[in-house]
T-cell receptor, first 114, second 115 residues
Framework: DTEVTQTPKHLVMGMTNKKSLKCEQHMGHRAMYWYKQKAKKPPELMFVYSYEKLSINESVPSRFSPECPNSSLLNLHLHALQPEDSALYLC?????????????FGSGTRLTVV | AQSVSQHNHHVILSEAASLELGCNYSYGGTVNLFWYVQYPGQHLQLLLKYFSGDPLVKGIKGFEAEFIKSKFSFNLRKPSVQWSDTAEYFCAVIAISGGYQKVTFGTGTKLQVIP
C-alpha cells in the first residue's frame, strides 16, 4: 500500500459545527503532515507530527486541532470555523529521516464553511 | 530556511510547443527537489523528483527536469505540450530535519495550452 487516504473527500459545515478530517497511511511512515491549500495557491504547512508527537504548529488558530492517535492515523478536528477557512486540506506522510523517496500526499478534503 | 522561486506565473502555449518552467531554490543543506502538477479541481500529483545522481531526471507524461547546482535551478521541460497538460505546476524543495521532512513550495506556474 503506497497511498495516503483522506476522508471525507468533500465536507460542508456550518460555523457552529464540529467535524473531523481523517488521514490514514500504511507505509510505515513515522512523520505525518497537514497542509492547507487555497485556490490558485501552493499548499501551506499547518502541522507536523513525528513519531506521533507534534513537532511543528505553524501558528495555526486553535479552531484547528490535530491529533495523531497512532502511527498510521492523523486527524484534524474542526470547530467554530470561519468561511475563510474553506480550502483543500491535504495530508501527507514520509519517513521521519533519510532521503524523502516516499513523501506522499493524499487526495485531500475539500472543505466549505457556510 | 529554504525557499523556492518560480518566475513564470502564467504561461500560455500552443499545442506542440516546447515548455520550460523555471524554478530556483535556496537551501543550505542536501537538496531534494520535486515537481508537482495539479489539474483543475484535482489533487497534487508527483511529476518527478531529484535526490542525487544524474542531474537530468525523467518523470511521467514526458516531463523532465535538470538540476543545475551552480545556478540553484531545477527547471521543468517538455518537448511538445498537449492540451491535457493545462494545469498548475509547483516546484518544491524538501528540507530534512530531526524526525521530519519539510516541503516548501514555490508559488506555482499556471500553464494554459491552446489547441
Amino acid at each position: 500500500d503506497t497511498e495516503v487516504t483522506q476522508t471525507p473527500k468533500h465536507l460542508v459545515m456550518g460555523m457552529t459545527n464540529k467535524k473531523s478530517l481523517k488521514c490514514e497511511q500504511h507505509m510505515g511512515h513515522r512523520a505525518m503532515y497537514w497542509y492547507k491549500q487555497k485556490a490558485k495557491k501552493p499548499p501551506e504547512l499547518m502541522f507536523v507530527y513525528s513519531y506521533e508527537k507534534l513537532s511543528i504548529n505553524e501558528s495555526v488558530p486553535s479552531r484547528f486541532s490535530p491529533e495523531c492517535p497512532n502511527s498510521s492515523l492523523l486527524n484534524l478536528h474542526l470547530h467554530a470555523l470561519q468561511p475563510e477557512d474553506s480550502a483543500l486540506y491535504l495530508c501527507a506522510s514520509s519517513q521521519a529521516n533519510g532521503v524523502p523517496y516516499g513523501y506522499t500526499f493524499g487526495s485531500g478534503t475539500r472543505l466549505t464553511v457556510v | 530556511a529554504q525557499s523556492v522561486s518560480q518566475h513564470n506565473h502564467h504561461v500560455i502555449l500552443s499545442e506542440a510547443a516546447s515548455l520550460e518552467l523555471g524554478c530556483n531554490y535556496s537551501y543550505g543543506g542536501t537538496v531534494n527537489l520535486f515537481w508537482y502538477v495539479q489539474y483543475p479541481g484535482q489533487h497534487l500529483q508527483l511529476l518527478l523528483k531529484y535526490f542525487s545522481g544524474d542531474p537530468l531526471v525523467k518523470g511521467i507524461k514526458g516531463f523532465e527536469a535538470e538540476f543545475i547546482k551552480s545556478k540553484f535551478s531545477f527547471n521543468l521541460r517538455k518537448p511538445s505540450v498537449q492540451w491535457s497538460d493545462t494545469a498548475e505546476y509547483f516546484c518544491a524543495v524538501i528540507a530534512i530535519s530531526g524526525g521530519y521532512q519539510k516541503v516548501t513550495f514555490g508559488t506555482g506556474t499556471k500553464l494554459q495550452v491552446i489547441p
